[in-house]
């Protein structure tokens, strides 16, 4: 008989997971609900809609989409949905007549609930010479790339039925006259006149809904835009970041947090430290709500944070708690700045995507920020890691150099603006990390560092120079250390910033760039930051954390290595249980029985007893891998341990007790051939009735 274990059981160790339920049709209210929502949604939000599975998960994002337009979200009443639903209301009374269908879900309705009531609404409903139609005079907001005014115009098809909106670009004033109006051939021109007569503001917005404009035989391009504009506006003018992290967090994230999404910015770069990549990461919520109790003020955080490879396996997950107590005289001491949550976390070499979580249960509300990255480790060509652009630094504290602290790097602690933003009068400086000089045959002495500043714009230089590479990074300093780029001879705008590494005849060697934001004005205040003082790497947290990432990216001997580092320091039964999947992994089975037989005997740990069931299976000693596995089906029902189990009993002879257990992982999962297969083996051992 073929061996299935293998195959089973390593989907036991790294997955774990069911298959998603497919999707059940909306609830009618649900489904009347994307239909009036349909003018102000954007594409993300619609999407993310669309993948909840349950109900109760559309049921809270409907009330999440209405919170996060609220714009007097302190107040009891939500004052943009009051609006929208008197919108709403006109639209059914004055559009749906004639049309089989509520006014708000046709075209005008469209438009309206969209812009709400334009400042100007003209008919033209009983004129012989052009079809019903009407004029709508709009203000528009040039922040999301519309004109301070313009028109639309919406006809209704020979007189009957539903109200079209009407596009100059593509149709002309010869869609709205009626042919047998005129004796002529109805070209363009004359269609324009037969309007005028009536109305020249009409005339000419059937032309261009761009007021001004007046092209006489074409019609404007203008008028595409607007429309265009129009329609793009959700997208515009509605932060759509929410509905992807809920999405992401909507399973962490407890029933009375999920309407109080707060906005953050976050940053989250690497540098190498004792030869290990460090994620470095700070996370600033737009707003922080405390508590008061006892003359002091507090709030009790939970930070999530969860790494995931390309396929979003979860690579590494953790959570902690992060209590906060500050005094009145503290608070107001910092009121203007935004509070920052700072940390550092070794991450092996790989593509990943790294979500954040942060809870404030004391203001039941939530922040989230995900980010793909990619963390080449010290193989490879010369290259320049991340940049960090700075404001200030401050000299490390004596002692202090002994932990590892976010941002804080060769002696000093980088303070800066997690949006890159630099007063007028400012001046930039920048950190950032050379790697694999010494493999690729270079010598510091032999190279220089170029910086150029370019203008977003034109992308010309608008600053540019060259300091030897000695200079900025001495002997003993890990990174380049550029400081001083005065930025007041710049104008305002939106700039990109190149560090790069230059030979002795100019040839770039590696660089790296980022962008920064010139402001017309005096920038906003550093943040205040919180940020926790880990052990200086090898500590055994850190070994077993990047064991354990090893191991979940199926490098199994690189986790031996780490998880043994850690155990030689800290013997600990969470990292024992990693280090017996590792072994499990490497087919080391004796070993990885060795490792975790004493957690399970101290803990009976679930996960434990699948270790040991697994260990005794790759030995083939089928009857004690039943024993734990028995225990694991009195606990929960889980397809692998279902899978397993009934091997074990085809193994043993016992086909007969293997069926129902191998037919019920089936019901499951239909999509299992393997486990066709152990069924059909099951029924070839299976007693006869």
Aim: net charge neutral; with cysteine.
């Amino acid at each position: 008989m073929p061996r299935l274990t293998v195959l089973v059981s390593l989907l036991f160790i790294l997955s774990g997971s069911t298959p998603a339920a497919e999707k059940t049709q909306l609830l009618k209210d649900h489904a009347e609900w994307l239909e009036l929502a349909a003018p102000i949604i954007t594409k993300a939000e619609r999407e993310v809609f669309f993948k909840l599975s349950t109900d109760e998960e559309r049921t809270k994002f409907i009330r999440l989409f209405w919170k996060q337009r609220d714009t007097s979200p302190d107040t009891e009443e939500n004052e943009f949905y009051k609006e929208f639903m008197s919108r709403v209301s006109f639209a059914d009374s004055h559009f749906g007549f004639g049309t089989g269908k509520r006014g708000c879900l046709t075209e005008r309705g469209f438009y309206y609930l969209l812009l709400g009531p334009p400042l100007e609404r003209q008919m033209y409903t009983t004129h012989s010479e052009f079809m019903p139609l009407e004029m709508w005079f709009c203000k528009g907001d040039p922040r999301f790339g519309l004109p301070p005014y313009f028109y639309l115009i919406f006809y209704q098809p020979m007189g009957m039925g539903e109200y079209r909106l009407y596009n100059p670009g593509v149709e002309g004033p010869e869609k709205l006259v009626y042919a047998s109006m005129s004796q002529q051939t109805l070209t363009r021109s004359l269609a324009f006149e037969t309007v005028k007569k009536v109305s020249s503001e009409l005339a000419s917005a059937t032309l261009s809904y761009m007021p001004g404009e007046r092209p006489q035989d074409a019609s404007s391009f203008s008028s595409d835009q607007i429309i265009a504009g129009v329609r793009e506006l959700p997208e515009k003018e509605f932060s759509d970041v929410y509905a992807r992290n809920y999405l992401n967090y909507k399973d962490f994230v407890e029933t009375e947090h999920t309407d109080n999404y707060t906005e953050s910015t976050f940053l989250v770069k690497t540098f190498r430290s004792s030869g290990v990549d460090f994620l470095h990461w700070t996370l600033e919520p737009s707003r922080v709500n405390f508590g008061e109790r006892g003359g002091r003020l507090y709030a009790s955080f939970e930070l999530v944070v969860r790494i995931e490879d390309k396929s979003g396996r979860s690579v590494y997950e953790r959570t902690e708690e992060i209590p906060l107590r500050i005094t009145p005289e503290q608070y107001k001491q910092h009121e203007r700045q935004r509070f920052a949550f700072q940390d550092i976390l070794p991450i092996i070499p790989g593509e990943f995507r790294v979500l954040f979580l942060l809870k404030n249960k004391t203001g039941r509300d939530f922040s989230s920020q995900e980010i793909r990255m990619s963390v080449p480790g010290s193989a490879g060509p010369a290259a320049l890691g991340p940049m960090l652009l700075f404001r200030a630094k401050e000299a490390l504290k004596p002692g202090e150099d002994r932990f590892l602290k976010a941002f804080a790097l060769d002696g000093w602690q980088f303070l800066f603006d997690t949006r890159n933003e630099f007063p007028r009068d400012g001046v930039l400086s920048f950190y950032v990390q050379p790697a694999n000089l010494a493999a690729s045959g270079l010598k510091t002495s032999d190279l220089a560092v170029r910086t150029e500043i370019r203008s977003a714009e034109s992308n010309a230089p608008a600053w540019t120079e060259t300091r030897p590479l000695a200079g900025v990074m001495p002997s003993g300093q890990s990174g380049i250390l550029w400081e001083g780029i005065g930025l007041a001879s710049l104008k305002p705008g939106y700039y990109e910033i190149e560090a790069a590494l230059i030979d002795g005849s100019e040839r770039k060697l590696a660089f790296r760039t980022d962008h920064f934001v010139l402001l017309t004005q005096a920038g906003s205040p550093l943040p205040w930051a919180y940020s926790r003082q880990r052990p200086a790497f090898p500590s055994a947290d850190q070994l077993a954390i990047l064991g354990a990432q090893y191991q979940a990216v199926g490098e199994f001997s690189k986790a031996k290595e780490f998880l043994e580092r850690s155990l030689a320091i800290k013997d600990a039964g969470p990292t024992r249980l990693i280090l017996a999947k590792a072994l499990y992994g490497l087919k080391s089975f004796k070993d990885s029985l060795a490792m975790i037989a004493p957690v399970y005997e101290a803990t009976r740990d679930r996960e434990a007893a699948k270790v040991m069931a697994l260990d005794y299976a790759g030995l083939e000693d089928w009857s004690s891998a039943l024993v734990y596995l028995k225990e694991l089906l009195k606990q929960a029902t889980e397809i692998e341990t279902l899978n397993l189990t009934g091997e074990c009993l085809i193994r043993l002879g016992r086909g007969d007790e293997a069926l129902p257990l191998l037919r019920k992982s089936l019901e499951l999962d239909s999509r299992q051939d393997h486990v066709r297969k152990l069924i059909d083996q099951a029924q070839k051992t299976a007693k006869s009735p």
